[in-house]
């Protein structure tokens, strides 16, 4: 491609033309290039972000050079894990409103025995804690092991179904 520059010796209708060109074609490479850096920074940030969690959570796994895409993969993956943490965290406090609107009404309407009571608290701390510990355990997992294939054996394993 020729360099088109603004020069007086060009007779005078060609140069607002090609000034023009070569002014718009600079403008294009310059706003690319600023684009293309704004792009590598955000990527090296999250990079950055990203390994000193992975090494507060997973301090066996060594510290690799990371490619953009897996940059880019644990990102999506660890704001994933953000939303369904708040959604757990919901359905846990419904869990346990529910569970002491239900305590409430049975005891109004028919009162418990002491064996009654006991062992609906069983079950309910019984289920709280299986609920902390899955809750604790699957995001390290999860954020540890970004194959595809570990994280739909996950989400299988953690799917509670009331049957």
Known sequence: MASYECNRDFPVEIIPSSCARHSIKCRKIIVEKIRRDRISNSIEELRTLLQTNQTNQ?????????EKADILEMAVQFLREQASSKSNESYQSGFSH??????????LHAPLQPAERE???RFYVHQRTSMHTRLSTEPRAQFC???????????????????
Do not use: F, G, N
């Open 58 to 66: 997973c301090p066996e796994q060594p510290s690799a050079r990371l």
């Open 98 to 107: 529910c569970l002491q609107e239900t305590l409430r009404h049975l005891s």
């Open 119 to 121: 062992q609906i608290k």
């Open 145 to 163: 092991m970004p194959s595809k294939r570990h994280s739909t054996l996950r989400v299988r394993k953690s799917l509670w179904r009331p049957w």
